[in-house]
């Protein structure tokens, strides 16, 4: 399996101070720091578009997992991979043209992610897995934060490593959606390498501290 990696979710930060915030996370070991992109079609929140994102890379040296939850997200992986995001993930059902949305990501010097949601069967993806670098499994259903995991999502997981192992491949597998102490173990032994946390890691005074609470109950 991939390394394994912490993602810290800058949609449960405040967003009036993003340099700082994200001077935090710099601050711990994670290493991506995973951007939630929405236009308000797709799901029903709003939150960053491009211009942010370049604002932010201002700020900070990680990587930028930029997660886009928008209609046609091909339109804008120029404006994405100018602004400095490192992976760029969308969602099969936001586009007629998958195939050609992750070739254009790669084109654009981005890593490519597609995403499960809770309610997308694993072989809606199955035809992409040798055009990705990664593979979002969301563990809650897409567009808010601070909601409650939920398990059934784990076959999701097992199912797509399992895809993974057979056919050779070596993509990552990131989960996104109520992970904390509790829920990112279970994650790891699906076959997550990958970890989105949001509320559980803002919601602590000391996030470098939060951090290691992960990375301990990843573990055991």
């Given at each position: ?37 929405m ?20 700020h ?11 209609v ?5 992986v120029?404006?994405?991979?100018q ?15 998958s ?43 897409p567009?808010f ?41 279970a ?34």
């Amino acid at each position: 399996m991939s390394s394994l990696k912490i993602a810290p979710s800058i949609l449960a930060a405040d967003y009036a101070c993003f340099a700082a915030e994200l001077a935090r996370i710099e601050k711990t070991d994670a290493e991506y720091v995973h951007i939630d992109i929405m236009d308000g079609q797709f799901v029903p929140n709003i939150s960053f578009g491009a211009d942010v994102v370049a604002s932010m890379r201002k700020h900070s040296k990680l990587v930028f997992d930029c997660h886009l939850m928008v209609v046609n997200p091909e339109r804008y992986v120029e404006a994405f991979a100018q602004a400095g995001a490192d992976i760029m993930t969308i969602h099969v059902e936001s586009t007629l043209h998958s195939h050609g949305a992750l070739q254009k990501i790669r084109a654009a010097g981005m890593k490519a992610g597609v995403v499960i949601n809770p309610g997308t069967p694993v072989s809606a993806v199955e035809p992409l897995l040798s055009l990705v670098d990664q593979v979002l499994i969301m563990t809650v259903n897409p567009g808010f934060g601070g909601q409650a995991f939920i398990p059934d999502c784990l076959e999701k997981v097992a199912a797509i490593a399992k895809m993974r192992d057979e056919r050779g491949l070596s993509f990552d597998i990131e989960v996104d959606g109520g992970v904390d102490d509790k829920t990112i173990r279970a994650c790891y032994q699906a076959g997550a390498n990958v970890f989105v946390a949001g509320s559980y890691l803002f919601k602590a005074a000391d996030l470098a501290a939060q951090v290691q609470t992960l990375r301990t109950a990843l573990n055991g």
